[in-house]
């Protein structure tokens, strides 16, 4: 059975990257990640996007704080040490994306350790 401080952790692991993205700030969106995490998405015009979360951070360095832009996090699976989110993200600069992460509790922590995403 799941303890419902381990629903808080990953709810609150999870709101250090949808607030960094909101924000603009990757000092907050690094909080959720492991330092080797994985990134894979497919673009709005089709194309793909894969490899390090570091491309994550670019992003956010170059497209600066999303005001309108407002998240949404469900809570899918947690069993013990892993756990499955999505996250709904509605107008971050003119896009919408739906986000898949998988998340490992770490010495106690959780952290993200693979996004994908659709971006529409």
Same mark, same amino acid.
């Given at each position: 059975?799941?303890?419902?401080?381990?629903?808080?952790?990953? #709810?609150?692991?999870?709101?250090?990257?949808?607030?960094?993205?909101?924000?603009?700030?990757?000092? #907050?969106?690094?909080?959720?990640?492991?330092?080797?995490?994985?990134?894979?998405?497919?673009?709005?015009?089709?194309?793909?996007?894969?490899?390090? #979360?570091?491309?994550?951070?670019?992003?956010?360095?170059?497209?600066?704080?999303?005001?309108?832009?407002?998240?949404?996090?469900?809570?899918?699976?947690?069993?013990?040490?892993?756990?499955?989110?999505?996250?709904?993200?509605?107008?971050?600069?003119?896009?919408?994306?739906?986000?898949?992460?998988?998340?490992?509790?770490?010495?106690?922590?959780?952290?993200?350790?693979?996004?994908?995403?659709?971006?529409?």
């Amino acid at each position: 059975m799941t303890k419902l401080s381990d629903y808080e952790a990953v #709810i609150n692991t999870i709101n250090f990257y949808t607030t960094g993205a909101i924000k603009g700030k990757r000092e #907050i969106a690094e909080k959720a990640f492991t330092k080797d995490a994985t990134m894979y998405g497919a673009n709005k015009d089709g194309s793909t996007a894969s490899g390090s #979360i570091k491309n994550l951070y670019k992003g956010l360095e170059t497209s600066g704080e999303a005001k309108e832009c407002e998240s949404h996090i469900d809570v899918l699976y947690i069993n013990k040490n892993i756990a499955s989110v999505r996250v709904v993200m509605e107008d971050w600069h003119g896009l919408n994306f739906t986000d898949l992460h998988q998340l490992f509790k770490i010495n106690g922590e959780w952290k993200i350790v693979s996004k994908t995403y659709q971006a529409y």
